[in-house]
């Protein structure tokens, strides 16, 4: 019978569980404070991926499509064959230099979560006429078919939308300011395609319960897309 040697506390702590409403987001994050913290280090191969899907409680498909994003994004490089595996880049890209501080990542993140969720459970709080259900619906569909290039843009045109279906002007003007300074660390690290695709899914799901008048569940559906870029965030910034 074999004896499982017990990891050290940093490697339970990137080897955990991830959440299940972000799962391809939370095992990015998971893999890039892998490399971060040199639990394994450049050059080095990673856990198989059968390992690794059962280490964060998720499919094999999620860990596969994660490698993917991370290798396409220059951080970890798959090689086939007998010696083969997913690699460790090295040298690792260099991150933008954003200059901020655990402290103030957090806070402005936390900031986000109060007012985003607050615009969103006001906004399905509201009777909203035809025009204004069009137009939610319609930010939605741009940022859903948009290319890379100007897809940040669009996402955060929907938010504003959001805010501005609460019906607080003043709410506006401080989402706006909180999401350009999260925009700016956010551009620190490419934009993954399946990522992408998640994040629309995910708008489908808050724009749907502003539109059927569910505040509990736009304000749900809502942290749990913020807790998305979050884990990013963390991970690549962190």
Do not use: C, K
């Not at 990891?7 to 080897?15: G, I």
């Not at 509201?126 to 290039?149: F, K, M, N, P, Q």
């Not at 609460?166 to 551009?187: F, G, K, M, T, Y």
Request: charged share 25%.
């Amino acid at each position: 019978m074999s004896v499982e040697v017990p990891l050290p506390a940093v490697r339970r702590a990137v080897y955990r569980p991830v959440r299940g409403g972000n799962a391809l987001e939370d095992t990015i994050a998971r893999l890039i404070q892998t490399v971060r913290l040199g639990v394994v280090a450049p050059g080095e191969s990673l856990p198989p991926e059968r390992e690794l899907a059962g280490l964060y409680g998720v499919s094999r498909d999620t860990v596969r499509e994660a490698i993917r994003e991370l290798a396409d994004t220059g951080y970890l490089v798959r090689r086939r064959g007998r010696y083969g595996g997913t690699f460790v880049a090295d040298p690792l890209p260099q991150p933008a230099a954003v200059g901020v501080s655990a402290t103030e990542l957090e806070d402005v993140l936390g900031l986000r979560r109060v007012l985003e969720a607050g615009a969103a459970r006001a906004a399905a709080g509201r009777t909203l006429d035809s025009d204004a259900r069009a137009e939610l619906w319609a930010r939605h569909e741009e940022a859903a078919v948009v290319g890379i290039a100007d897809y940040r843009r669009l996402d955060t045109l929907l938010h504003l939308t959001i805010a501005e279906l609460a019906a607080v002007p003043s709410l506006v003007a401080l989402i706006a300011e909180n999401r350009a300074q999260v925009n700016v660390w956010l551009d620190a690290f490419p934009l993954l395609p399946r990522n992408i695709e998640h994040s629309n899914a995910q708008h489908e799901a808050i724009v749907s319960a502003i539109l059927a008048g569910r505040t509990d569940a736009a304000e749900a559906a809502i942290l749990e897309h913020l807790a998305g870029s979050e884990a990013l965030l963390r991970g690549f910034l962190g």
